[in-house]
């Protein structure tokens, strides 16, 4: 452990940073007042810092992010053992904002730990400053190779894509015989980029034929020159890491054009957006994910319902990650007994076989997840498993 060098290096960063916190803008302060670290009869108060894409083109992710942090903040709290305080701040999906935020909720000594930022472009600016300075974080969506790598204070609970992909990809070449494939990838962001690492590593390792590699920028709308050139090669399949807002004009793209073939998406593609977005194109989807929300599991349809109640609508992969975050963030708390940054960071790397909403969950020695994923296909305009 190095909490020496870690308070050495926390006062000095925060004392730097003290101009930066009184200038910067209120976070969002969910439920809860804010208390000190630990309250009487044995409960342990503790301020968790959330950073969260909640405005910009991603919104749909933070706003998945947040309610199932809440939902799982409100149940927690009832329980009495623990007693969580959100201090929620909007990254906007930015590098740099995300690392502003950063740096005012661990400008806060209150602050035991933080769970975010939404996107692992973020948490590649956020992850080794968090761990400088000895604060605990953890992301919920962040699936990029490396993530945990970045310091002993990074952890995540999100499963990445080196283990998702592969999954999904196996699944489709078992169930369509596939030999031939394309690669479709956002080549401006760490997160698609590295689910196209991940995509050709494992295409080369199943002895696939990769017919074409092709690119696209954040925010593209016309996607015909790539397309129709997967279309004139005739793949088996498509492989695509892209974010749900271009992953589901893509797709809608891609049919129009006549190109039926099954998609393998990356995490990018967990999202009931793409439907919402994409229409009867978005069928033929193929991802691996942890959380699949029609399992006959009584803890899934709790969840499921409870969430269905608070906001209207059912939970995606994201909320359901996020949920269970929070509730692994307070078994850690307990154990800890303390709200202590360094208590609490070992008590997290200990969490094993934690049963959640999303099944099994380990964290491995350098903080990364152990679980196993599960497949699913889009099908008359829902997720169900691939089989």
Do not use: H
């Not at 007693?83 to 806060?108: P, R």
């Not at 004139?232 to 695509?240: K, Q, R, T």
């Not at 996020?322 to 200990?350: C, M, V």
Request: aromatic content about 8%.
């Amino acid at each position: 452990m190095k909490v020496s060098l870690k308070k050495v290096a926390q006062f000095s960063v925060l004392s730097s940073l003290l101009v930066l916190a009184a200038c910067g803008g209120g976070g969002e302060q969910a439920t809860g007042e804010k208390e000190g670290q630990a309250a009487g009869g044995g409960v342990i108060t503790a301020d968790i810092g959330v950073i969260s894409y909640i405005s910009g083109p991603g919104a749909a992710y933070g706003e998945a992010i947040t309610s199932g942090l809440k939902l799982a903040q409100k149940e927690i709290n009832a329980k009495g053992d623990v007693e969580i305080n959100l201090l929620i701040e909007d990254s906007a999906g930015k590098q740099d904002q995300a690392l502003t935020a950063a740096q005012k909720l661990m400008n806060s000594e209150n602050v035991t730990a933080i769970i975010g930022p939404t996107l692992s472009t973020e948490m590649n600016v956020v992850g080794p400053e968090a761990d400088l300075n000895g604060v605990p974080i953890m992301g919920t969506s962040t699936t990029a190779e490396g993530i945990p790598q970045l310091g002993e204070y990074v952890f995540r609970n999100s499963i990445p894509e080196a283990l998702a992909i592969p999954a999904s990809m196996t699944k489709a070449i078992e169930k369509y015989g596939a030999k031939k494939v394309a690669i479709l990838y956002g080549n401006d962001d760490v997160f698609t980029k590295s689910g196209f690492d991940t995509m050709k590593k494992a295409a080369e390792d199943m002895d696939l034929e990769i017919l074409t590699i092709e690119t696209f920028q954040k925010g593209q709308s016309d996607y015909n020159a790539q397309l129709t050139k997967i279309k004139g090669m005739n793949p088996d399949l498509i492989l695509a890491s892209a974010l749900y807002n271009e992953g589901a004009v893509i797709m809608d793209q891609a049919r129009k054009m006549g190109i039926d073939v099954p998609f393998v998406g990356g995490n990018g593609f967990n999202s009931p957006e793409v439907i919402k977005i994409a229409g009867d194109a978005a069928n033929g989807l193929i991802v691996a994910t942890p959380w699949y929300g029609e399992k006959d599991d009584s803890k899934v349809k709790e969840f499921v319902s409870k969430f269905e109640e608070e906001y209207g609508k059912k939970p995606d992969q994201f909320a359901a990650q996020a949920y269970d975050a929070l509730y692994i963030y307070a078994e850690a708390l307990k154990n800890a007994g303390e709200a202590d940054r360094d208590a609490f960071r070992d008590a997290l790397a200990q969490v094993k076989d934690f049963n959640g909403i999303l099944g099994n969950f380990s964290f491995d020695d350098e903080g990364d997840v152990v679980m196993d994923p599960t497949v699913l296909i889009i099908e008359d305009g829902q997720f169900k498993e691939f089989n």
